[in-house]
């Protein structure tokens, strides 16, 4: 059983930025990729970036080139910097171990954070 907690959310202006950090209790070396999902009022949720086990990163259109995710396997942390923020950024971001698959919804065997809110708004 591995434990997942977001920290860096908040409340940004359009253009800001924010980086979001997850600690895993764990190794996340093992899994088969570390994933950030996110899911906004109303809509279900969507992956937005996520790591492999082997270093390929993927990111959803909507993020390229804005977003940038890492991860430490020393120190079991996975990172989201997030730059130029869109008002339809706004969501709660989850942090994801994903045992043997990314999908675009994850799965209930996953391992999931208890997700952070970010609110991009002026």
């Known amino acids: 059983q591995v434990q997942l907690v977001e920290s860096g959310g908040g409340l940004v202006q359009p253009g800001g930025s924010l980086r979001l950090s997850c600690a895993a209790s764990?190794?996340?070396?093992?899994?088969?990729?570390m994933a950030w999902y996110r899911q906004a009022p109303g809509k279900e949720r969507e992956l937005v970036a996520y790591i492999h086990s082997g270093g390929g990163i993927n990111y959803a259109d909507s993020v390229k080139g804005r977003f940038t995710m890492s991860r430490d396997n020393a120190k079991n942390t996975v990172s989201l910097e997030m730059n130029s923020l869109k008002p339809e950024d706004t969501a709660v971001y989850y942090c994801?171990?994903?045992?043997?698959?990314?999908?675009?919804?994850?799965?209930?065997?996953?391992?999931w954070g208890q997700g952070t809110q970010v609110t991009v708004s002026s």
């Open positions: 764990g190794s996340i070396s093992s899994f088969y990729a």
């Open positions: 994801n171990a994903a045992r043997v698959a990314v999908t675009s919804k994850g799965l209930d065997s996953d391992y």
